[in-house]
């Protein structure tokens, strides 16, 4: 129980181009979902709080016009780089909430790199 | 606010024992500790939510002290899938929906 299933895995996109990466919640609904970026050997770094059926939450120095966040159902949260550059280059990883045996459970994780 | 973690990096060898620390400034509401392997997700490994806790499961155990301003997790008799790097992530409120503030990790590297 309390998987969270992402996509893609990985995607490489030339500069300019937008890109989305799906977060689902596959056996438990999640009304929050959080996305992460992590950059090598380096922390996992909140980026915003998805809510369902309102506007995310964005953390500090996180352009909300850049990467786009969408939750639309109970289950399915998307993140949107949008005009995606070199240094937007990263992992980025969803987590939800899967009680406390299961803790917040993470996403596989999406690796983007932009060239 | 970004919980403490150390130390940054350990060497075992298989068997070995290690010891990985998490502290804040402020008391916590709860103490995660997720395991992550290069490359892929983190994996939940146990949360703590009552001061003076202990848990665990195998040979991985970890305890929340009394003011719940510390937490360590343990490894003991360490195997080799063990390497990795342990973050622990840390809530400062009961509300669910507030996010993970995570340390900036641990790399335990486990040798033959």
């Known amino acids: 129980g309390a998987v969270v299933s992402q996509h893609p895995s990985r995607v490489i996109c030339k500069s300019g181009t937008s890109v989305k990466i799906e977060c689902r919640s596959l056996?438990?609904?999640?009304?929050?979902m959080f996305w992460y970026r992590q950059f090598p050997k380096q922390s996992l770094m909140l980026m915003a709080t998805?809510?369902?059926?309102?506007?995310?939450?964005?953390e500090q120095g996180v352009e909300k016009d850049k990467f786009l966040i969408n939750h639309a159902s109970l289950t399915l949260s998307t993140l949107t780089v949008t005009s995606a550059h070199p240094e937007d280059s990263s992992f980025y990883i969803c987590s939800a909430w899967g009680g406390e045996y299961y803790g917040y459970t993470f996403g596989s994780g999406t690796r983007l790199t932009v060239v | 606010q970004q919980p403490v973690q150390s130390p940054q990096a350990v060497i075992l060898r298989e068997g070995e024992d290690a010891v990985i620390n998490c502290s804040s400034s402020k008391a916590l509401y709860s103490v995660h500790w997720y395991r992550q392997k290069h490359g892929e997700a983190p994996v939940f490994l146990m949360i703590l939510l009552k001061g003076g806790e202990q848990k665990g499961h195998d040979k991985i155990s970890a305890s929340f002290n009394e003011k719940k301003q510390q937490s360590s997790l343990y490894l003991t008799a360490s195997q080799l899938s063990y390497s990795g790097t342990y973050f622990c992530g840390t809530e400062m409120n009961s509300n669910s929906g507030y996010a993970l503030n995570f340390g900036k990790g641990t790399s335990l590297l486990v040798t033959p």
């Open positions: 998805s809510n369902e059926g309102s506007k995310a939450t964005y």
């Open positions: 056996d438990f609904q999640a009304t929050t």
